[in-house]
């Protein structure tokens, strides 16, 4: 009878992703929840190559750096912010950012920096805008993929300046792209819930909207598995969707699972996702996100073993070596901070795929043989 069941709820979405038509609400959320998490990941699977994926699997050779981990927002689901005067709080000058960046270059040749922080209410523009030049500078050939909308959005408000004036100064000083967070989850009951002194989702997409009219490529995140439900996920997905139908800049979309650890929700006795809603959440996105190029599984949050299965889930990006990640290890992640260059060509070999080597925007530098 299961097997009936399966065929009776993924038959009619199998035969809209053949024929190559867009999911709907209604369908995403059956595909939620469908226990059926092999057919799930073949039919994502078949998503991608549909839509012309092949068997490249792409990394990135990158740096994670903080410039400050003081932040004036609380979000709930959040054990990286400090108050200021907390221990562990920091606030780099742009000149000890460089100096740190020169010499991790010199160690690793990694092509691209990825910059997020705290929204600290004790700097101004400039601290932002000086240490893009700087590095710039320093670091002429390295991708500068720095800041989030939610970012952007405060640095607005501390220089009273529009989100257009504010990317086109970051963009003069050396910004090359924005990283897809703060998004979380967009509905309004969750945010309110986990993040209620966050921006308003209007915001964020006007951040997105306006850095894809002025040339810059972005990304975009789901935080999942706190408080949303599936049908909240699915609005997410669709807002996306929308989204780039739009403006067209997201170069790929990251789902990010909820670690709980050192947060409000671990005392209230939350628990990590399992496999099998994170490969689930990889399948899902893969098939309503239809306009996104690229989905990367993030092995930081997930763990290079289920990364590699997520391969056969709709994922063609195992993101990079990710040199000194900070966020999710604040929230209890147990995967090591980076990863070589040979371990990461050797698991992308082993799950039947072409590693790919790239830059931050899915230009091809070295590709190995499968
Ligand atoms: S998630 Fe970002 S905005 Fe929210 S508290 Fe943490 S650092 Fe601040």
């Given at each position: 009878m299961a097997v009936l069941d399966r065929t009776d709820t993924l038959a009619p979405i199998r035969e809209k992703?053949?024929?190559?038509?867009?999911?709907?609400?209604?369908?995403?959320?059956?595909?939620?929840?469908?226990?059926?998490?092999?057919?799930?990941?073949?039919?994502?699977?078949?998503?991608?190559?549909?839509?012309?994926?092949?068997?490249?699997?792409?990394?990135?050779?990158?740096?994670?750096?903080y410039q400050t981990n003081v932040c004036r927002v609380k979000c709930k689901f959040c054990a990286f912010a400090k108050t200021q005067r907390q221990d562990g709080a920091y606030t780099l000058s742009a000149d000890e950012f460089v100096e740190n960046a020169v010499r991790q270059y010199e160690a690793t040749r990694f092509t691209e920096i990825h910059c997020v922080n705290g929204e600290s209410p004790h700097v101004d523009l400039d601290f932002y805008v000086e240490v893009l030049r700087k590095l710039r500078e320093a670091l002429p050939d390295v991708h500068l993929k720095f800041y989030t909308a939610s970012e952007i959005h405060h640095m607005s408000t501390l220089s009273?300046?529009?989100?257009?004036?504010?990317?086109?100064?970051?963009?003069?000083?050396?910004?090359?792209?924005?990283?897809g967070g703060g998004a979380e989850i967009f509905a309004d009951r969750v945010r309110r819930?986990?993040?209620?002194?966050?921006?308003?989702?209007?915001?964020?997409?006007?951040?997105?909207?306006?850095?894809?009219?002025?040339?810059?490529?972005?990304?975009?995140?789901?935080?999942?598995?706190?408080?949303?439900?599936?049908e909240e996920r699915i609005d997410h997905l669709l807002r996306l969707r929308a989204q780039q139908d739009a403006s067209g800049g997201f170069l790929s979309f990251i789902p990010l699972a909820f670690h709980p650890e050192n947060t409000v929700f671990e005392r209230r006795g939350w628990r990590h996702t399992t496999g099998a809603e994170d490969l689930k959440t990889i399948a899902v996105s893969r098939l309503v996100l239809d306009n996104v190029p690229n989905l990367k599984a993030y092995w930081i949050m997930?763990?290079?073993?289920?990364?590699?299965?997520?391969?056969?889930?709709?994922?063609?990006?195992?993101?990079?070596?990710?040199?000194?990640?900070?966020?999710f290890h604040a929230a209890g992640a147990t995967t090591p901070t980076e990863q070589k260059l040979d371990e990461l060509v050797r698991v992308v070999r082993d799950a039947g795929r072409v590693p790919v080597q790239r830059d931050t925007l899915y230009n091809e530098l070295r590709r190995w043989a499968a």
């Open positions: 992703v053949e024929a190559g038509e867009r999911l709907d609400f209604e369908d995403g959320v059956a595909l939620f929840e469908s226990d059926d998490l092999l057919a799930l990941g073949e039919l994502a699977d078949l998503a991608r190559r549909v839509r012309g994926g092949d068997d490249r699997v792409f990394f990135v050779q990158n740096l994670n750096l009273g300046l529009s989100h257009e004036e504010v990317l086109r100064e970051l963009k003069d000083a050396g910004l090359g792209s924005l990283p819930l986990v993040a209620p002194g966050k921006e308003h989702p209007d915001e964020w997409f006007d951040v997105h909207d306006t850095a894809h009219r002025l040339g810059i490529t972005t990304q975009c995140t789901m935080l999942y598995g706190h408080v949303e439900t599936y997930m763990g290079m073993p289920l990364a590699q299965v997520a391969l056969h889930f709709g994922a063609n990006d195992v993101q990079g070596t990710v040199v000194r990640e900070e966020i």
